[in-house]
C-alpha cells in the first residue's frame, strides 16, 4: 500500500491561482466547471481540495509537482456518493501503473482556511 498526505491553506490556493497559467495547470476543465457552479469562497475551497487531493496522489506514487504529471491529468469527480472519486489520464496512468497502483481512494476534509488530503493506493 502507498500513501499520501497534504495540507493546504485555501489561501495558499488563492496565491496560486493568481498566476495566469496555474488554473490550466492544475484543474481539469470539469473540475473548474464545477467550481464555477459555486459561490465565490465555496469554490476556492473546493478547488484548494482537489489540488490537495491531487497532491497526495502523487506523494502516494512517490513524485512531486512538476515531475511529469501535470496534475490536471488526476482528475477529483464527486462519486453519486457524494464521496472524492479520481481518475488518471495520460502520464498519471503511466505513473500508477509505474507504482503498481491499480486502485486509489482520496478523502479529502476542510476546517477553517486548511484543507487536508489522503490518498491510499494499492495493487
Not at 469562497?41 to 511529469?68: D, H, I, N, T, Y
Not at 486502485?103 to 476542510?110: A, P, R
Not at 484543507?115 to 493506493?121: D, E, I, S, Y
Request: charge should be neutral.
Amino acid at each position: 500500500m502507498r500513501v499520501g498526505v497534504d495540507l493546504m491553506s485555501v489561501g495558499e490556493l488563492e496565491r496560486l491561482r493568481a498566476r495566469r497559467w496555474f488554473d490550466g495547470y492544475a484543474f481539469a476543465p470539469a473540475e473548474l466547471s464545477e467550481a464555477e457552479s459555486l459561490s465565490d469562497a465555496r469554490a476556492v475551497e473546493f478547488l484548494a481540495g482537489r489540488f490537495a487531493a491531487k497532491e497526495a496522489v502523487l506523494k502516494a506514487f512517490r513524485m512531486g509537482l512538476f515531475q511529469g504529471v501535470a496534475p490536471r491529468e488526476i482528475v477529483v469527480a464527486r462519486a453519486s456518493s457524494g464521496a472524492p472519486e479520481v481518475t488518471l489520464l495520460g502520464a498519471a496512468r503511466t505513473a500508477a501503473d509505474a507504482a503498481g497502483v491499480r486502485h486509489l481512494d482520496v478523502s479529502i476534509t476542510h476546517k477553517g482556511d486548511l484543507v487536508v488530503a489522503v490518498a491510499a493506493g494499492w495493487s
